[in-house]
Each structure stands twice: as structure tokens, then as C-alpha cells.
């Protein structure tokens, strides 16, 4: 059974960082496609940046592009969110999610796998 799990939340002020760190395991022996998604309340679940399993292709939402980075570790399903120049509408939970193919992109359905998902506050 593969389990996603997500850490580095926390409480920042607005213009400060974070790094949110995602680790898929216990699947077969296969490369996952990883994304970021967050929800704030009494919103719905939104993409925020994805990345192919070799890392070498991503892609932002345009409301964290230039702010935010998504990265992986060379040959395993572990993924960083660097998150800079934050601003209060980025408060949110965080979820990252693995997909077994190799791009899933956008799409929160392409996803195979979801993390329990780690706070982020922003204040002003």
C-alpha cells in the first residue's frame, strides 16, 4: 500500500518561506508523477505545481509561479514545495499526491495517491 506523507507546514509572516518535503513509499518499485494541491477553507482543493518522475518537467499554477519551486530528489519519489514571497491568500492545507504514470499535470483525478496534508499559515 503506498503511503504519502507531507511535512514542513507551519506559521509564517507574509514575504517569509517555507519548505513543504513529500515522501511516497511502500508501492512497487516504480517512479511516481507528484504534484502539489491546497485547500483553504471554505474552498475547494486547488492545483498548485506538478512534476514528472524524472523531474525533468513541471508546471505552476499561475498564482505561485515565480514564487514557488517544485523539486525532487534524483531517482526517488520524494518531493520539496520551496515557497517563497508568501502572501496570506496562500494559507492552506497542503497535500501532495503521487500518480503512477510518469506527468499527471493539473488534474487532481490523475492522482493515484493523497497525503494527510500539512497546515500552512500566512500572516499579515
Known amino acids: 500500500q503506498v503511503q504519502v506523507v507531507e511535512s514542513g507546514g507551519g506559521v509564517v509572516q507574509a514575504g517569509g518561506s517555507l519548505r513543504l518535503s513529500c515522501a511516497a513509499s511502500?508501492?512497487?518499485?516504480?517512479?511516481?508523477?507528484m504534484g502539489w494541491f491546497r485547500q483553504a477553507p471554505g474552498k475547494e482543493r486547488e492545483f498548485v505545481a506538478a512534476i514528472s518522475w524524472s523531474g525533468g518537467d513541471t508546471y505552476y499554477a499561475d498564482s505561485v509561479k515565480g514564487r514557488f519551486t517544485i523539486s525532487r530528489a534524483n531517482g526517488k519519489n520524494t518531493v520539496y514545495l520551496q515557497m517563497n514571497l508568501l502572501k496570506p491568500e496562500d494559507t492552506a492545507v497542503y497535500y501532495c499526491a503521487a500518480a503512477e504514470r510518469y506527468f499527471a499535470g493539473s488534474r487532481y483525478t490523475e492522482y493515484d495517491y493523497w497525503g494527510q496534508g500539512t497546515q500552512v499559515t500566512v500572516s499579515s
Open positions: 511502500g508501492g512497487t518499485d516504480i517512479n511516481y508523477g
